[in-house]
């Protein structure tokens, strides 16, 4: 029987390796459909954590469950893995010590007037201390360098940030997500949907259960017996939510076309709070 130790802290762990400090800010775009009820589910698949997205974010959240011992499914709905990050520069923040990483990054939430998770930054300063190792432990023979140090050197506490890259041949970003590729595909071997898009969540009473997603024209039905992890992107590419939502006009996004908002309208659409 499998039995998890995938706690939250566990998938800041990994959300930390992502570059990501959290979630993706939420806002009241139009829902998808409204999550169907389990009692008239037929599943088709199941594991036991889905992840939706197949980024730098669904590929440490996978790794992560997986090392923790789940069962993991990769549903992305491009014909390739990579998100953002595989057109990004490639870089993550690695810091010096855990308590100056803390007083600069309280720093930035101030300066930039912004509401913060006191508890879950400190528990992301706290495992960012072990990306360094995570990610030499991804593939043999990894080599790191850094290349920059912090953006805001105004802030008390910035001596102690340091930019990290993956060094290779090929541009950053690139090299960053060929290494979470090698650790997800040939390391630990987890399964991935490509061209499969989630397009309604299943839930039972209050707890997300799986998804409905296409793929090759056919609704399929995917359990997920622990978690479902939307890490879907943002919707840069979503002409409607950027007209409602972003303020200015004649937008130009830059990044991977496929975030259109999906995980946005998934997670309203189970009732998260926005």
């Known amino acids: 029987m499998f039995e998890s130790n ?11 390796a992502a ?20 009692d008239d589910v037929t599943w088709d698949k199941e594991a036991d954590v889905v992840v939706i997205g197949y980024g730098g974010a669904g590929a440490c959240a996978a790794i992560t469950a997986h090392d923790a011992g789940a069962k993991v499914l990769i549903v992305e709905k491009m014909k390739e893995g990579g998100g953002n990050t595989a057109v990004s520069s490639g870089g993550f923040m690695i810091p010096k010590n855990e308590a100056d990483a803390l007083t600069y990054l309280n720093a930035t939430y101030d300066f930039a007037d912004s509401e913060k998770d006191p508890e879950l930054l400190k528990v992301f300063c706290k495992e960012i201390m072990g990306v360094k190792s995570f990610m030499e432990g991804l593939k043999p023979d990894t ?18 940030i340091d930019k990290w890259r993956v060094r290779g041949k090929k541009r950053g970003g690139d090299c960053l997500f060929d290494l979470y590729r090698y650790a997800v595909e040939e390391n630990r071997r987890i399964p991935i949907m490509l061209n499969t898009a989630v397009k309604q969540l299943i839930k ?10 296409v793929a090759d024209g056919k609704e399929i039905n995917i359990k997920a017996k622990r978690a479902v992890i939307l890490a879907c992107g943002g919707y840069e590419f979503d002409q409607e939510s950027l007209t409602t939502f972003a303020q200015g006009h004649k937008f130009h996004a830059l990044g991977n076309p496929g975030n259109t908002g999906d995980g946005v309208r998934l997670a309203q659409s189970a009732g998260a709070r926005l």
């Open 19 to 38: 570059g990501v400090l959290s979630g993706t800010a939420l806002a009241a775009v139009p829902a998808l459909a409204q999550p169907a009820i389990v």
């Open 204 to 213: 039972n009473g209050d707890e997300v259960v799986g998804v409905v997603a």
């Open 143 to 160: 080599k790191l360098w850094v290349y920059g140090h912090a953006g805001f050197q105004n802030l008390k506490g910035w001596e102690a």
């Open 6 to 16: 995938v706690t939250r802290r566990d998938l800041v762990k990994g959300a930390a």
